[in-house]
């Protein structure tokens, strides 16, 4: 069995299905968690969910990934926006990284649309609520397993 893929969630998302679910759904983060393991699963990895409101913890368990994880999918949440000491755990990082959104921020308000993780990222999957996850999970696992089976990046027009 290959190491856990680890998913990382930030701050206010152990909110999610009570907080603003106009912009993020009604599913909640355990039913995410249950949904993204089960996609996992079928890709031949467990996963290893987590949320903290905590910048530092999260830090700690970007760190960890290092060498527990096979690949890293991150929901950063706000501190996306705003958190360069995260930004510089996640480049000390080897593995796959996939920066997950349920929402679009693109089309948010204009504070939303940088996230400092972009720029560690590997890629971005945003926009598609809970289903996010899904993908990014595949993306992660993907990606983990070698060229033969990552997607390959648009080459352009
Ligand atoms: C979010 C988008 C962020 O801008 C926001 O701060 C969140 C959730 C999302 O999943 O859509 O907390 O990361």
Known sequence: MPKPIFVLNGP???LLGVREPHIY??????EVR?????????LGF????RQSNHEGVLIDWVQAARTDASALVINPAGLGHTSIALLDALKALTIPIVE???????????????????????????????V???LAVEAA???????STAPSPSQGA
């Not at 249950?34 to 699963?41: E, I, L, Y």
């Open 12 to 14: 206010n998302l152990n």
């Open 100 to 130: 997950c959104h349920l929402s679009n921020p693109a089309a948010r308000e204009s504070f939303r649309r940088h996230t400092y993780v972009s720029l560690a990222a590997t890629g971005q999957v945003t926009g598609f609520g809970a």
């Open 46 to 49: 467990s996963i290893d969910f």
């Open 141 to 147: 696992a993907r990606l983990a397993q070698g060229p």
């Open 132 to 134: 996010s996850y899904e």
């Open 34 to 42: 249950d949904r993204t393991a089960a996609r996992a699963q079928t």
């Open 25 to 30: 759904g009604t599913t909640t983060l355990d």
